[in-house]
């Protein structure tokens, strides 16, 4: 397996702008998490799903901020309009889950947005 | 906020030494979890040890857990360059949310 993708890598926009960051999970992994990483607030959990339902949306700071899952294989999180402050490291990773809570997670590479 | 703590959150030792790092927690958990990350990259799990566990090894790691204080501990035995990484524990419990502390930022010289 190719790991979970990330796209894009890296994301230069200008304020006010919409901004799309696709990942594409591990086949036959049934949670999907997406965190915000910056060297201030770290790692933050944003919104997570399980069978592509979203289970957990209270990370997302703002309304700004929207996650979908359409299917097993994809997930968007868009931000609309996108400020200076929301610049970071979105990182999306996929695991499964069993009666221990939560497995070991895979990673993607992360897209680097930043905003102007 | 957080429900992981690292400390130090920055460690430099020469190659060779042991690198020792501290992870408390706030609340009662089911698993926690050491990963490693590169500068500009994800994140890779290393470990994950459960609460009815108490210490485990994986090559030249070793986690231990103390659930009575909250707190576990990666060793990293003879460290090497390649292992030159910012580390975060993580804690989960019952929900399938995993939390991350802040890191602890190891340099290995050589």
């Known amino acids: 397996d190719a790991g979970v993708i990330q796209s894009p890598r890296h994301e230069v926009t200008e304020m006010g702008q919409e901004v799309t960051l696709r990942c594409k999970p591990i086949?036959?992994?049934?949670?999907l998490f997406w965190y915000r990483q910056t060297m201030m607030r770290g790692l933050e959990l944003l919104i997570y799903?399980?069978?592509?339902?979203?289970?957990?949306d209270s990370g997302m700071p703002e309304d700004r901020f929207s996650a979908k899952m359409p299917n097993a294989s994809f997930s968007t999180l868009k931000i609309q309009p996108s400020e200076p402050r929301d610049s970071a490291v979105y990182f999306c990773?996929?695991?499964?889950?069993?009666?221990?809570?939560?497995?070991?997670?895979?990673f993607g590479e992360g897209s680097r947005l930043t905003v102007l | 906020s957080q429900q992981g703590e690292e400390d130090p959150q920055a460690l430099s030792i020469q190659e060779g030494e042991n690198a020792t790092m501290n992870c408390s927690y706030k609340?009662?958990?089911?698993?926690l979890q050491w990963y490693r990350q590169n500068s500009g990259r994800g994140l890779v799990h290393l470990i994950l040890?459960?609460?009815?566990?108490r210490e485990k090894h994986s090559g030249r790691l070793r986690v231990t857990l103390d659930t009575s204080k909250k707190s576990s501990s990666l060793l990293i035995t003879a460290s090497r360059a390649a292992d030159t990484a910012s580390y975060f524990c993580?804690?989960?419990?019952?929900?399938?949310?995993?939390?991350f502390g802040q890191g602890t930022r190891l340099t290995i010289n050589p």
């Open positions: 990773a996929s695991g499964a889950v069993w009666a221990g809570g939560t497995g070991e997670l895979f």
């Open positions: 086949s036959g992994h049934d949670y």
């Open positions: 799903f399980n069978n592509n339902v979203p289970i957990d």
């Open positions: 609340t009662s958990i089911n698993n």
């Open positions: 040890i459960r609460s009815n566990e």
């Open positions: 993580a804690t989960g419990k019952g929900a399938q949310k995993l939390v």
